[in-house]
C-alpha cells in the first residue's frame, strides 16, 4: 500500500506546484507588491498544497492562505460570495455547479489530477486480479469486505463506483 500513496502524493504535490506557478505567472502581471492569496481547497489536497503553498511563498513574496473543506462546502461558500482567489475541487460536479451560476472564469479551469481504481490486499494474498469489465470482484474478496469512500456524498466514492458500475461488478 506505501508505494501507491508516495506515487498519489508525488502526483498531486507535482499538480500543486504547477498550479500554484500558473498562479505566480498570472499575479506577476499586478504591481510588484506581496499579494495574499486565498485558495479554497479539497481536504484531501492539504499535504500537498500546505507544501506547495509554503514553498511558493518563498519564492514568491506573497502569501498563500490555504481554507480546507469538502468541495460542496466550499463551492456553497463561494456562492455566498466568499473572495477566494483560486478554487481547487475534488469533485467535477461541483466546479460545474459554480460554472453554470457564472461563479468560477470558465478559461481558468484546469483539470489537473485524475483517479485511478486499485485493489490493494495483504502482500501474502497472493491476489492477481485483472481489472476489466465483468472480473470476479466478489470472487478476489474471497467472503472479506470492499472498503471505499461514501459512494453518496465523496468524491473518490462517487468515481469508485461509477467505475464499478461501469465494469459490471458494482452489485
Known sequence: ????????????????????????LILAAAPARAAEILVFAAASLKEALDEAGASYDGRSGDTTKISYAASSTLARQIESA??????????????????????????????????????????????????KPGFDLAGALNGGRLAMADPDSVPAGKYGKAALEKLGVWK
Do not use: C, H
Not at 1 to 24: D, H, K
Not at 99 to 120: D, F, H, T
Open 1 to 24: 500500500m506505501r508505494p501507491f500513496s508516495n506515487r498519489l502524493l508525488q502526483m498531486l504535490r507535482i499538480a500543486a506546484a504547477v498550479l500554484l506557478t500558473v498562479l505566480g
Open 82 to 131: 466568499a473572495p477566494a482567489d483560486l478554487f481547487i475541487s475534488a469533485d467535477l460536479d461541483w466546479m460545474d455547479y459554480l460554472e453554470k451560476r457564472n461563479l468560477i472564469q470558465p478559461a481558468s479551469r484546469k483539470n489537473l489530477l485524475g483517479n485511478r481504481l486499485v485493489i490493494i490486499a495483504p502482500a501474502d494474498a497472493g491476489l492477481k486480479l485483472d481489472i
